[in-house]
C-alpha cells in the first residue's frame, strides 16, 4: 500500500509543498513522562526550501492511500538544522500541551492533599483537562514539597513514586499507573496480537540482574517519634528504600510501586512491523504468536516509533513483567 500523509503548518496545509522534498518523517512515543517527539527530513536541493519558525505548531497524520490517515498529534518546532552534501534540511519538533508555567520553578508544601487536588491545580495553571488513572483515585500525602522545581518535574517525581505515569497529551494531563488494566480515559488496554509475519526484525535481551522479591519502606508514624517499616512482597532479595515516608500508607504505595517496576524490565524486546500499525501506541498493550518461548505473554510498550521514508512502518520497544 502507498503511504500517505499531510502536515498542517500553522493552520495551513502544507502537504503538497513538501510532497517532493520530504525525506524521513519520524514519530517517537514514549511512555511516561517524556513528551512525543518528531523528526522531519527535507530534500533542500536548491537551497530554496524555508525553514518554518521556532515554535511553529505543526499538526501530523500517517496512512495509507486509500485507507485513510490517523491524527499523531500536534507538536512544536525546537529545531531546524542543515547539512550538506546532499543537502538536507532537519526539523524537529515536540508535542504541544505544556504551557511554559508548567515548565517554571515554584516552590509550594501540600499537606494532607490528594493526588487529584494536586494534579488538578497543576491541570489547572497549564490549560490541561486532568484524567486521573482509576487505582490512584485515592491517592493522598500527608506532607510533599515542590521546592524551586516546576510543576512537570514535581508531578513527574510523585507519579514514579505510584509506579505511575505523567504526561500532556491532547489536550489533557494523564496520569496513570502502567499496571492498570484500563487507560486513564477508561477504555480497557486490550493487546494489540502481532505474529511473526507482521514483524520485519525482532530481538530480545534477558537481564542478567537478581530481580527483588520484596521491598521496605520505613513510615514516620503520626504524633510520635517512632518509626515502622513496611513490607511488600515475600522472599529475598529485599531492596531497603533510602527515604522515610510521612505515613505508613505512602509508605506502602512507595513500596508497591518500587516492587512492580523491579519485577517489570526483566526480559525486554524490540521489534520492527512490516507495515503502519496505528493501533500501537506507548503504553499499551501487545501479545506475540508463533514466537519463541520468551515472547509469551503481555508486554508493555514503552515506546512506539512510526517512520515514514520508502515505506511507513511502526517499531516498538517493550517491557515484560507483572504489569505487563
Request: glycine share 8%; hydrophobic share 40%.
Amino acid at each position: 500500500m502507498t503511504p500517505d500523509f499531510r502536515i498542517i503548518a500553522n493552520g495551513q496545509d502544507a502537504t503538497a509543498k513538501l510532497a517532493d522534498r520530504l525525506l524521513a518523517l519520524q514519530i517517537t512515543e514514549a511512555d511516561g513522562n517524556d513528551a512525543d517527539s518528531l523528526t522531519i527530513v527535507l530534500d533542500d536541493r536548491d537551497g530554496r526550501l524555508d525553514a518554518p519558525p521556532i515554535k511553529s505548531r505543526l499538526q501530523v497524520s500517517l496512512g495509507t492511500k486509500g485507507a485513510g490517515l490517523f491524527d499523531m498529534g500536534r507538536f512544536e518546532v525546537e529545531s531546524i538544522s542543515g547539512e550538506g552534501p546532499p543537502d538536507r534540511m532537519t526539523i524537529t519538533a515536540a508535542a504541544v500541551d505544556l504551557r511554559e508555567t508548567a515548565r517554571a520553578p515554584r516552590t509550594k508544601a501540600h499537606e494532607d492533599r490528594s493526588l487529584r487536588e494536586i494534579a488538578d491545580e497543576i491541570a489547572g495553571r497549564a490549560g490541561l483537562e486532568l484524567v486521573l488513572g482509576e487505582s490512584l483515585q485515592e491517592a493522598r500525602f500527608a506532607y510533599v514539597a515542590q521546592t524551586s522545581e516546576s510543576d512537570l518535574h514535581f508531578l513527574t517525581r510523585l507519579a514514579r513514586d505510584l509506579d505511575a505515569t505523567a504526561k500532556a497529551s491532547g489536550g489533557k494531563l494523564v496520569i496513570v499507573r502502567r499496571s492498570d488494566p484500563q487507560t486513564a480515559g477508561g477504555d480497557a488496554k486490550v493487546p494489540v496480537r502481532l505474529d511473526r509475519a507482521d514483524l520485519m526484525w525482532w530481538g530480545y535481551e534477558i537481564s542478567a540482574r537478581e530481580k527483588d522479591q520484596a521491598v521496605e519502606a520505613e513510615a514516620q508514624l503520626t504524633g510520635t517519634a517512632e518509626k515502622k517499616l513496611v513490607r511488600v512482597g515475600d522472599g529475598q532479595p529485599a531492596r531497603r528504600l533510602r527515604h522515610v515516608y510521612p505515613s505508613e500508607e505512602v509508605a506502602r504505595d512507595v513500596a508497591t510501586a518500587a516492587l512492580a517496576r523491579a519485577r517489570r524490565g526483566e526480559v525486554k524486546i524490540s521489534a520492527e512491523c512490516a507495515r503502519f500499525m496505528p493501533a500501537l501506541f506507548a503504553g499499551g498493550l501487545a501479545e506475540f504468536t508463533d514466537m519463541r518461548p520468551e515472547f509469551a505473554g503481555r508486554w508493555h510498550l514503552t515506546e512506539v516509533r512510526h517512520e515514514l521514508g520508502a515505506g511507513l512502518t511502526t517499531s516498538i520497544q517493550a517491557e515484560k513483567g507483572d504489569a505487563a
